[in-house]
């Protein structure tokens, strides 16, 4: 059981808008930035958001962040079908005092 | 441009230590913490801790506390990751990511990953 909350899968098709849930609580998502994780198969996760809504250079602007209280979202416009991979979510958390990850979501582009 | 090369893929048998590490590059290897990540085959990840390369200061998950140590070598700009008593659950790929300049900042750059398998 992850400490924050999303869903196990999502789906669109080329040139859709996709958006996945990360929810969590006041001493992870409320109180720090959010970071936006994407892990194609075999490969290591490479950051995609950091600081809630901010993109890393190379990162195109089709994926966009955002927060709302315990809350943050990820969405991805104008899908491709090399978009298709698992989405992880992550922020530190105060009480544990440790990073908290999502459980992931399989994204598939139909 | 930052880069985290890890060791090589280790298989050891229940109850053995492994040691994984972490040479890091491209920019100033103390002023940016350091944090270990696990992922099981088929799972998500999990964070099992972090150190501060400047005064070797360490968090650890409780979960793996009691059995995983953290050190860094300033000299060589690495940092090492032993976990001991391993069980067949510990069959991961063991990630280092580098940090922010404070604790509470997720990972942001990744290492290739290391397959630590445990097997009799």
């Known amino acids: 059981q992850s400490v924050l909350t999303q869903p196990p899968s999502a789906s669109g098709t080329p040139g859709q808008r996709v958006t996945i849930s990360c929810s969590g609580s006041r001493s992870n998502i409320v109180s720090n930035f959010v970071n936006w994780y994407q892990q194609l198969p075999g490969t290591a996760p490479k950051l995609l958001i950091y600081s809630n809504n901010q993109r890393p250079s190379g990162v195109p602007d089709r994926f966009s962040g955002s927060k709302s209280g315990a809350s943050a979202s990820l969405a991805i416009s104008g899908l491709q079908s090399e978009d298709e991979a698992d989405y992880y979510c992550a922020a530190w958390d105060d009480s544990l005092n440790g990073v908290v990850f999502g459980g992931g979501t399989k994204l598939t582009v139909l | 441009q930052v880069q985290l090369v890890q060791s090589g893929a280790e298989v050891k048998k229940p109850g053995a230590s492994v040691t994984v590490s972490c040479k890091a590059s491209g920019y100033t290897f103390t002023s940016y913490y350091l944090h270990w990540v696990r992922q099981a085959p088929g799972q998500g990840l999990e964070w099992v801790g972090i150190?501060?390369?400047?005064?070797?200061?360490?968090v650890y998950a409780q979960k793996f506390q009691g059995r995983v140590t953290m050190t860094r070598d300033t000299s060589t700009s690495t940092v090492y990751m032993e976990l001991s008593s391993l069980r067949s659950e510990d069959t991961a790929v063991f990630y280092c990511a580098r940090g922010g300049a404070t604790l509470n900042v997720s990972p942001n750059y990744w290492g290739q990953g290391t397959m630590v398998t445990v097997s009799s």
């Open positions: 150190i501060n390369p400047s005064g070797g200061g360490r």
